[in-house]
């Protein structure tokens, strides 16, 4: 455990296993159904994407795109693109790694409730549970125009208990005369969302003890950290207070609207985790940071008075960013540091086949 000027704890390495709400327990039987269904189109209203399409081991489990394609789109990551004639818009924020999200909501001493964790960009659902099921829902990322919302989740749970390898699995994961429901498919996402770990970078083994594990420019790094004041808001193992704050990230262009934020227009966004960002560029809530040299000049720029966004002013800004010391984009402790917080050991596993028959992950070829 780190300890900050003021004797807070306020960094710690993450803990080996992760913890699953108490209804929810994890066996494998569930993180293997889960694995399928996360991989398997036949969730998606048009039967062309699936959870992996946007979180895939190749781009560290998130997209490596600004923003995301989702149903109608083509390809992988970079070069995903949407097919010709497609109606659908493009999702309007960046898809998020889920690497380490079994951690989400840890407080400063890497306490967290599983069955109350924060998720998405604007906090608007609450465990893993309640959002797996809310991209089955969305008409840009899973339904497409194939059904309306309301019957989104339903649709699919029909489409899975008419698959006899689902049934199956579903029986053998949950037991019970209807084991094919929307809440245990809820459930077998999450079980194996739980098991996708990043949690042995070289900063998690320096604070277990190993101090050969970062480099001396990266401790010069972590005590800038400190020092500018970055870990006011980024802190804890998971490097986020998880809370919503106005930054006044610029719009990005490729939307055909600003992006409010949360809380009816105030464009406030959730602290973004700092984990493994070496493999999972583009940065921010809508992936205008290319790399986390345009992040600290951002902050640069923000501390200097310099607004990047005519919808957000100066003293809408959140205090904190004002508060920040003084830092530059070419800080190279401050960033060497912020890249030992990657570890690249992460499950790279992708099935050779999901029970639909239909292509693994989507059409991402």
Same mark, same amino acid.
């Given at each position: 455990?780190?300890?900050?000027?003021?004797?807070?704890?306020?960094?710690?390495?993450?803990?080996?296993?992760?913890?699953?709400?108490?209804?929810?327990?994890?066996?494998?039987?569930?993180?293997?159904?889960?694995?399928?269904?996360?991989?398997?189109?036949?969730?998606?209203? /048009?039967?062309? =994407? $699936?959870? +992996?399409?946007?979180?895939?081991?190749?781009?560290?489990? &998130? %997209?490596? !795109?600004?923003?995301?394609?989702?149903?109608?789109?083509?390809?992988?990551?970079?070069?995903?693109?949407?097919?010709?004639?497609?109606?659908?818009?493009?999702?309007?924020?960046?898809?998020?790694?889920?690497?380490?999200?079994?951690?989400?909501?840890?407080?400063?001493?890497?306490?967290?409730?599983?069955?109350?964790?924060?998720?998405?960009?604007?906090?608007?659902?609450?465990?893993?549970?309640?959002?797996?099921?809310?991209?089955?829902?969305?008409?840009?990322?899973?339904?497409?125009?194939?059904? /309306?919302?309301? =019957? $989104?989740? +339903?649709?699919?749970?029909?489409?899975?208990?008419?698959? &006899? %390898?689902? !049934?199956?699995?579903?029986?053998?994961?949950?037991?019970?005369?209807?084991?094919?429901?929307?809440?245990?498919?809820?459930?077998?996402?999450?079980?194996?969302?739980?098991?996708?770990?990043?949690?042995?970078?070289?900063?998690?083994?320096?604070?277990?003890?190993?101090?050969?594990?970062?480099?001396?420019?990266?401790?010069?790094?972590?005590?800038?950290?400190?020092?500018?004041?970055?870990?006011?808001?980024?802190?804890?193992?998971?490097?986020?207070?998880?809370?919503?704050?106005?930054?006044?990230? /610029?719009?990005?262009?490729?939307?055909?609207?600003?992006?409010?934020?949360?809380?009816?227009?105030?464009?406030?966004?959730?602290?973004?985790?700092?984990?493994?960002?070496?493999?999972?560029?583009?940065?921010?809530?809508?992936?205008?940071?290319?790399?986390?040299?345009?992040?600290?000049?951002?902050?640069?720029?923000?501390?200097?008075?310099?607004?990047?966004?005519?919808?957000?002013?100066?003293?809408?800004?959140?205090?904190?960013?004002?508060?920040?010391?003084?830092?530059?984009?070419?800080?190279?402790?401050?960033?060497?540091?912020?890249?030992?917080?990657?570890?690249?050991?992460?499950?790279?596993?992708?099935?050779?086949?999901?029970?639909?028959?239909?292509?693994?992950?989507?059409?991402?070829?």
């Amino acid at each position: 455990m780190e300890v900050g000027a003021a004797g807070q704890s306020v960094l710690s390495a993450l803990p080996s296993a992760p913890q699953a709400p108490a209804d929810n327990p994890t066996t494998p039987a569930k993180v293997a159904l889960g694995r399928l269904l996360f991989w398997d189109p036949l969730l998606s209203g /048009p039967e062309d =994407v $699936a959870c +992996a399409t946007c979180h895939h081991p190749q781009n560290g489990w &998130a %997209e490596n !795109r600004d923003v995301s394609v989702g149903v109608t789109g083509i390809g992988l990551g970079s070069s995903r693109r949407l097919a010709p004639g497609s109606t659908i818009p493009l999702v309007k924020r960046n898809s998020p790694t889920v690497l380490n999200i079994a951690f989400s909501g840890s407080d400063e001493s890497g306490r967290y409730d599983p069955a109350n964790a924060p998720m998405f960009w604007d906090l608007r659902k609450k465990s893993l549970e309640s959002q797996a099921l809310e991209p089955l829902k969305s008409h840009e990322e899973m339904r497409g125009n194939t059904y /309306p919302r309301g =019957v $989104a989740v +339903a649709r699919v749970v029909e489409k899975l208990r008419a698959n &006899a %390898e689902y !049934r199956s699995l579903f029986a053998g994961a949950f037991g019970g005369e209807q084991p094919v429901n929307a809440q245990n498919l809820a459930r077998a996402i999450a079980a194996f969302e739980r098991t996708l770990l990043a949690n042995n970078s070289p900063f998690d083994r320096y604070m277990r003890g190993d101090r050969s594990a970062m480099t001396e420019e990266q401790v010069r790094g972590m005590q800038r950290f400190e020092e500018v004041g970055c870990i006011k808001c980024h802190k804890g193992p998971m490097f986020s207070d998880y809370k919503l704050h106005v930054m006044g990230v /610029p719009d990005n262009p490729v939307l055909p609207a600003s992006d409010e934020g949360a809380q009816n227009d105030t464009y406030a966004f959730r602290t973004a985790s700092l984990r493994n960002l070496t493999f999972t560029a583009p940065y921010s809530h809508n992936g205008m940071f290319r790399t986390l040299v345009d992040v600290v000049g951002f902050y640069e720029d923000t501390r200097g008075g310099r607004a990047r966004n005519p919808n957000v002013s100066s003293e809408e800004l959140d205090p904190l960013v004002r508060e920040l010391g003084e830092v530059e984009a070419d800080d190279s402790d401050l960033i060497e540091f912020l890249r030992a917080l990657s570890d690249d050991s992460f499950d790279r596993t992708i099935p050779e086949r999901v029970p639909s028959g239909l292509p693994v992950g989507g059409k991402i070829q």
